[in-house]
């Protein structure tokens, strides 16, 4: 379960409702590297992407165990919050056309805050292409979508997330109990940055 940031902010309607226009309409192949709403037809490249404990291992919100309905509601669920403007669920493709990551980025609009939660394929990892893919998803969720507070969150031990995040320029706010989808707990490093952090770092 996602839960929104610490520091609340309090959007108006017209904020809150351009944000859930952006969520439903914006074109995600301007984020590069073959991203596109996941669908039902991605599914089997979804389970075997997450099947993998090196890829779904750290982190908390995805449905387990992943088998193939258990996916496929998930991605169901995930189109039904897109239309409501609270959630994009991408599929990253390769040359080949198989899946080889995903992004989910749930949204808060009422906030104006998002939490981004994504993993690359096994035999992708390690080679830079994840920091870079974080901080370039980053941009385009402060830019495209319109938010202004973002959340993140990692493991204890997930030291290359927490590089990527480190170096994206999150501030650290101390730790949260992350909630498993089968109610488990995991303690986690908790993040947040404003979309003016995010411009100023980048000279926006
Ligand atoms: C997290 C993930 C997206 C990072 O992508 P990646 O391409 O593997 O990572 P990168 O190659 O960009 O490396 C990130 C940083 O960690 C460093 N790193 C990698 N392995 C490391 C290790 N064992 N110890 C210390 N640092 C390490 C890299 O040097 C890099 O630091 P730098 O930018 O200062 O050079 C990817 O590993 C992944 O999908 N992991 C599984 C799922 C997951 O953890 N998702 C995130 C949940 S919050």
Same mark, same amino acid.
């Given at each position: ?9 309090? #959007? &108006?309607? =017209?904020? $809150?409702? *351009? /944000? !859930? ?10 984020? %590069? +590297? ?77 906030? #104006? &805050?998002? =939490?981004? $939660?994504? *993993? /690359? !394929? ?10 870079? %893919? +974080? ?70």
């Amino acid at each position: 379960m996602s839960a929104p940031p610490k520091t609340v902010i309090q #959007a &108006s309607d =017209e904020e $809150a409702e *351009a /944000i !859930r226009e952006a969520v439903r309409s914006v074109d995600v192949n301007v984020l %590069g +590297m073959g991203r596109a709403r996941a669908e039902l037809k991605h599914v089997p490249g979804l389970v075997a992407l997450l099947s993998d404990e090196r890829v779904s291992g750290p982190i908390y919100d995805l449905p387990r165990p992943i088998t193939t309905e258990s996916v496929t509601r998930w991605v169901v669920e995930n189109q039904a919050q897109m239309l409501a403007g609270e959630a994009l669920l991408l599929v990253t493709l390769d040359e080949a056309g198989e899946v080889a990551g995903y992004s989910r980025i749930t949204v808060w609009p009422e906030h #104006a &805050s998002a =939490e981004l $939660a994504g *993993a /690359i !394929r096994a035999d992708l990892q390690n080679r830079g292409q994840g920091g870079v %893919g +974080m901080a370039r998803t980053f941009g385009w969720i402060f830019e495209a979508l319109g938010v202004r507070l973002m959340c993140l969150t990692a493991a204890l031990d997930n030291v290359r997330s927490q590089k990527g995040i480190d170096a994206a320029g999150f501030v650290r706010m101390g730790e949260r109990d992350a909630v498993r989808a089968d109610g488990s707990i995991r303690r986690s490093v908790y993040w947040e940055m404003t979309r003016d952090q995010w411009r100023q770092r980048h000279r926006l």
